[in-house]
Every structure is written in C-alpha cells, then in structure tokens.
C-alpha cells in the first residue's frame, strides 16, 4: 500500500488544458473519491496516476518515489475501467491470473492466488466460463478481482459502477466498501455520481474545469462547501440558489416580497462584501410551518414530490421558488398556503461573481 | 409472437428461399461444367447438347499430369497390355506417355511443379501481407502519425489504378534487379498489391477492438509489444482472418503479372493451364481438370476460415 503524491500536475490536450496546477496527497490505505463532471479532470488526473496518461509538468510520486515518467507497467499500480475491459478470448480465471503471468509467478502460486480472490469476491464459480457469460456485477467482481490480484500498491477505479443498473450498482457500492475496509489498499475512485462519493469516501475531491475544488470528508463537503459549484454539485436535491440582498437583518431573495429575519451574527461575513450576494439553502433548512409564526414567510406550494421516507416540496414566494425537505403528507396539494423560513445556522452566502463562500453562517 | 408469422412474413419468406436457389444455380452451374468435363472422354466435352450422362473417366487428369504426343502407330497388343491402366487411357485417347529414353520413366507434365508455385507464392504473400498489414493498420489505429490521413490516402491510392499499367516498367525494373521468373519477385508483387488492402481491412477492425484491452494489459505489468500480442492479436484473428481469405484469392487468381514476369522456374498455374490450349485441337477435358484442381486450394482456405468470416466480432465482455 502506498502514499501518492501529486504536485503541480499541468496537463494540456493541444492547447486545452484538462489539469491546471492539481497538488493533492493520497494518505497510504484512504479512499479518495474524485468527483467532478464531465470534462472536469478527473478521469486525466486517475489515468496520469495509472501512466496511462503523461503529464505535461509536474510531478507525481507513488511512496516518495517519482514515476510520472515510468511507464504504466512499473508503476504496481492497478486499474480497474469503466467498461471492465475483461479479455474476450479468456476465461475468468485467465483474465484474472493475467497481472501474474506478466511477473512470472510459477503456477501454484497463481492458482492460489487466484482462488483466494475469487473466494472473497464469491466468483469461484464463473472460474471457468468466460466474461461474455457473466452479468454485469460479475463482470465488475472480475474485473475488480484482476486489479486486486496483484496486490497492487494502489487501486485506481474509473467509474466502475457507471454501466450498472440502479440497484445493483448500490449493491456493488458496498462490496466496494467492504472490500476496502478489509483490505485497506489506498484507493482512488472516480465519479460524477455524488451518493456514490459521499457514501464510499474517506474524502472527496472537487474538480471542475481541470481544477480543485474542494477536498474533505464528506460531510465536510456537504456541510460546508467552499463555493457555488461544490454546493450546487453536491447534495441531493440541489440546494436551492437564489439572488439575495441585505435590508438590515432582513436576507430578500431578490423577486420575493417579504425578507427572511437572520440573526446579527449570522450576518457579519456577509455585511462585509459589497458585490452581489447568492445564497445558497439545501432543501432540509427550509422549514415549513401551517401556521404563521415569527420569522415565517407566507408562502404558496406549486409541486410535491413524494419520495416516500420524505416529501420534497416546492413553494413560491413571489417571483421564485424554494425547494424545501418536509416530512410525508406534510403538505397535501399544489395551491396551499404555507409559511416558509429559512435555518440561519445552515445558510451559506457566496460572492456572486467570484463564487466563494462568504462564510458567514458557518 | 416469436414463431408466429404473417401470411406476409410467410411468402416473403418463400420468395427469399426461391431467389437464394435462383442465385445458387447460376453460380454453380459453371462449377458443374467445369467439374464435369474434367471427367469426361474428350469426345463428350464439346457436344452439341451438351452431355449430361457419360461414363466418368479420369483420363483428364492422367493427362494433366504427364507429358504425351501423338501415336504414329498403333501399339502391339503386348506394349498396351503391358502398360499400366492410366497409360492404356492415353493410348486409348490416340496418344503416348512421353518416357523417358534411358530410364523409361514416365516425363511429367508441368502442372505440378506449377500448381507447387502457386501454393508457395499464394501462401507466402498472404502471410505477409496480412502480418505487415496488422502491425500497419495497429500502428495508425492506436498513434498520433504526422498526416495520418494523408499516409492512408496514399496507400490507398497504390489500388488506384489497373495493376496492368504498370506491368512493362515492373518487368524492366524486375529485369535489371534480376527477379524476372523468381518466387521472390512474385512474392513481393502480390505482398505490395494485397498490403493496401489489408492495411485498411485491418485498420477498420483494429478500431473496433476497445484500447482498454492494452492499457488493462499495461498498467498489468505488459509491454505494449505484449499487450499486442496477447490481448490485440487475439481479438483481431477474426479480421485477419477475413483479410487473410481475400488476399489469398488475389494471389492465387492472379494472371496478368504471372503471365508477363515468368515462364518456367515460378510459373503459376493460372498462365500455364491456358497455356495448354494453344497447340493444336484444345483437349477441354484437360483444362477443366487442371482448374478443377485449381479451385480446390481456396475452397479449403475458405471452408477452414469459415467460423471466423461468419462470426464476426464478439464484444460481449466491453460494456458501453
């Protein structure tokens, strides 16, 4: 298992350029997920990892060594596609021995070696057949079982559960954990799916443009994103962003009539910009009430989503909308009047142009 | 509603079958006729009607094989009764087995040594023309080459032209470089004319094989050498095969070339069995035998090949 390093990673496509000054560490047994969308980096900055990928400056170290100009096969590294890439022409088990075969382990070794990971991926039984008769999590188990074979210093993972169904890829999600958490091997894993990063991370890495975001636990990520596209990204619904102004202690989102009541201390780091402010709510701190109470807003629902454990609910004030997280049947239909106030403690302000979090509420 | 049909479905159905035997009889008719005279008695060959029903006999091929000429008298009883039954057949034909003075042995005819020419050279070309053609078509599949478009065009373009316009300059060149009549030189003519066509057959199938398969195999601890020869050779079989096929039937047909660069030592046998009309009455029999023959080389290649030409490529284990 091993530590990876990258500094000051640049990476151009022709005059594109996918990776703009990335330094992050990998601690020895972490799992990092890079999360990002498409186009975000991601997959360049795994593959430069992996030596599939050069990089045009910069640096990269596996345990204090550099290898980014080695090539892929000496890095001991392990990588596990999207596509599973299982050789057609070989069974199970030879897509699996095939990373031994190439540092010549004599062949009672491999059997054994081979055995012992098909065991814990409980594929013992496809050893035999080849992939093209396998379902897709078995494809994903084998491939898995190739990159862990090895014992690879590292085990890179590029969408692995992307061509999944719903269900199976949560399914897989845990055997991914679990596996993790015996095996301890330090893992990169690439997704643009969030539930998948925050429910597998040791933490998470924010890339967006070829650039880092943000890095952090998960939790850290979710409750305090360091700017606009971390919050907007992140989180499920999307956190509701809106186009606000200060009137006193009063936060008015612009095109609504009535402000919400914040508490002085609340407003400090957003007193001390001068430009536009957006704020940004999840949908769990917007607080729903029947009745008007203090510091509640009128309010009018125009769509539910009954999502079962919980409703999501949609309210207009004046011009816009928030979106707001009740319990079930709390609301009844579109067209009710309800009253609407926002949790303070849970609001983030960010600078409009810039994108930074103000932080002033956290 | 799998098995259940619409009168619609049922008689396109039946027409289809119909048009399949309508194009089956006309490609195999010439077949038939050739196949038939070859086993014909050369008075039957060119009957007018045609013969349908005659007693086989193989003296077509005896005499593919053997060097004869015309009887001036007829043997004595002892010489046909002391010959061997095949010599009987060319006797009975008005004719004598050419032998040897000395040693009396029988003088065989050039087609052997001819159809032998044809194996090697077809066999040869083939091989390298299509492994030349892998690692082309890999190489422009897999790298950035410097006007990659511009490579192919031009590899494409050597087909651009009827070979035969430059069939005089080839002979020239062929004659100063002392490869007129020689195995190597038609090797290498039918290698260069087949390796654009396999270059781009290749190309077109190197494409579809996804490149996780190699970089699985790198960052597995592979060369790119290896990962080719383990994980991309293997899932290009199927193509190379079909390319293999093609190239094959071009070497093996081809003419003109054969015609124009030898005349003995590397011969072929497409020039040499037309060459068997030319003197006096054309023996029919003879010449349907040499090419019956000749068709059986490519209809085994092809019948040994045919699990690869009809399977296609299997991708069952790349999800997209």
Not at chain 1, 77 to 95: C, G, K
Not at chain 2, 27 to 42: D, E, Q
Not at chain 2, 136 to 145: D, E, L, P
Request: charged share 20%; with cysteine; glycine share 8%.
């Amino acid at each position: 298992m091993a530590q990876i390093d990258i500094r000051n990673v640049q990476k151009f496509f022709g005059q594109h350029q996918v990776l703009k000054n990335l330094n992050l560490t990998i601690e020895d047994g972490e799992f990092v997920v890079m999360l990002g969308q498409s186009g975000g980096g991601k997959t360049t900055a795994l593959r430069a990892i992996a030596g599939l990928e050069t990089v045009t400056s910069g640096k990269i170290l596996i345990n204090g060594t550099e290898v980014q100009d080695r090539k892929a096969a000496d890095r001991d590294i392990a990588f596990v596609f999207q596509s599973f890439s299982l050789y057609p022409h070989m069974t199970v088990r030879e897509n699996i021995a095939f990373p031994l075969r190439a540092v010549r382990m004599n062949a009672a070794d491999r059997d054994k070696a081979v055995s012992e990971v098909a065991e814990t991926l409980q594929i013992a039984e496809h050893l035999n057949r080849k992939p093209s008769a396998l379902s897709g999590g078995d494809m994903q188990r084998v491939a898995i079982g190739r990159a862990l074979v090895r014992r690879p210093q590292a085990l890179l993972m590029d969408e692995p559960l992307g061509v999944l169904d719903a269900k199976l890829r949560e399914q897989m999600r845990a055997e991914i954990k679990r596996l993790h958490i015996a095996r301890g091997s330090t893992s990169v894993y690439v997704t643009h799916d969030q539930i998948e990063a925050m429910s597998l991370a040791d933490r998470i890495v924010i890339l967006h443009d070829g650039v880092l975001q943000q890095v952090g636990p998960p939790d850290e990520v979710y409750l305090h994103p360091t700017n606009l596209f971390v919050a907007k990204f992140v989180g499920s619904p999307v956190m509701n962003v809106n186009a606000v102004r200060l009137e006193g202690n009063s936060v008015v989102i612009n095109g609504a009539s009535q402000g919400f009541h914040f508490p002085d201390q609340m407003l400090g780091h957003a007193r001390s910009t001068a430009g536009e402010m957006t704020l940004g709510v999840r949908p769990e701190a917007v607080l729903l009430s029947h009745q008007p109470s203090d510091g509640f807003v009128e309010a009018v629902t125009t769509n539910i989503e009954p999502l079962g454990s919980h409703d999501i609910v949609d309210v207009r004030l004046g011009d816009t909308v928030l979106r707001a997280r009740t319990e079930s049947a709390f609301v009844s239909g579109e067209g009710q009047k309800v009253w609407a106030r926002i949790d303070p403690s849970q609001a983030h302000f960010f600078d409009t142009a810039t994108g930074l979090n103000l932080r002033g509420a956290n | 509603m799998a098995g259940v049909r619409t009168p619609r479905e049922i008689l396109t159905n039946r027409v289809a079958i119909v048009a399949v035997f309508v194009a089956l009889a006309i490609m195999l008719t010439p077949i038939y006729w050739i196949a038939s005279t070859s086993f014909k008695p050369r008075n039957l060959a060119t009957t007018i009607p045609p013969t349908v029903v005659f007693e086989p006999t193989v003296s077509p091929f005896v005499k593919l094989f053997t060097k004869r000429s015309q009887l001036r008298e007829q043997p004595t009883q002892e010489e046909y009764d002391a010959a061997p039954w095949w010599e009987q057949m060319v006797f009975d034909g008005g004719e004598k087995v050419v032998r040897n003075r000395r040693s009396g042995e029988v003088t065989m005819s050039g087609y052997g040594d001819r159809f032998t020419n044809s194996l090697i050279i077809s066999i040869v070309s083939t091989v390298l023309a299509v492994s030349m053609g892998t690692l082309t078509a890999y190489g422009f599949s897999r790298f950035k080459v410097a006007g990659e478009d511009d490579w192919l065009f031009f590899i494409l373009s050597t087909r651009m032209l009827p070979p035969v316009v430059v069939a005089i300059p080839m002979f020239l060149m062929y004659r100063v470089v002392g490869l007129n009549d020689t195995h190597l030189g038609l090797i290498i003519l039918y290698t260069a004319f087949n390796l654009s066509f396999a270059v781009w057959i290749m190309k077109g199938f190197i494409d579809e094989i996804p490149r996780e398969y190699e970089e699985a195999a790198l960052v597995d601890g592979y060369t790119r050498m290896q990962a080719f020869f383990k994980v991309v050779l293997p899932e290009a079989l199927t193509g190379m095969a079909a390319t293999a096929v093609f190239c094959f039937i071009t070497a093996w047909n081809e003419y003109a070339f054969a015609l124009i660069m030898t005349n003995r030592n590397a011969q072929t046998a497409p020039p040499y069995i037309p060459s068997q009309v030319g003197s006096g009455l054309p023996d029919w029999t003879v010449i349907a035998a040499g090419t019956l023959l000749f068709l059986i080389p490519v209809a085994i290649f092809t019948f040994l090949l045919r699990n690869h030409l009809l399977r296609g490529m299997s991708f069952g284990a790349i999800r997209k």
